[in-house]
């Protein structure tokens, strides 16, 4: 069981990363590159939006945003060109996202104030 889910992990990654490739690439459609950066960005970041320490909903989070759209951009991108990007995945390095953790930063900084205003 571990070595499957460890398998799929492996699997979610590398696809990220064909993701991170192909919303850098001009031949990807524009909706397939903005759904494709978010959702590598996400992937990649080092914060997530839902931190992993609350509990149930911090992994779900993870569970649930990150394979969501890695579907809905694997759908939206050509599959000549997703073949193209899995197979130079393959030997990238993996990116780290600080424009996406930077975003997250700043919802969280967002909404911590909304809720002050609120309480006041």
């Known amino acids: 069981m571990w070595n499957r889910l460890k398998d799929w992990a492996r699997a979610l990654k590398r696809m990220a990363l064909a993701l991170w490739i192909a919303a850098r690439d001009a031949r990807t ?23 992993d320490f609350v509990p149930v909903l911090g992994f779900l989070d993870d569970l649930l945003l990150v394979p969501a759209g890695l579907w809905l951009a694997v759908r939206l991108i050509p599959p000549a060109l997703l073949a193209e990007f899995r197979q130079a995945a ?19 900084i967002v909404s911590a104030g909304l809720c002050v205003l609120a309480l006041a």
Request: no cysteine; aromatic share 8%; charged share 10%.
């Open 29 to 51: 459609p524009l909706v397939a590159k903005i759904v494709a950066l978010a959702t590598s960005a996400y992937a990649f970041s080092p914060i997530d939006l839902i931190p």
């Open 90 to 108: 393959a030997s990238a390095d993996r990116p780290v996202s600080r424009m996406a953790a930077a975003t997250i930063v700043a919802v969280w």
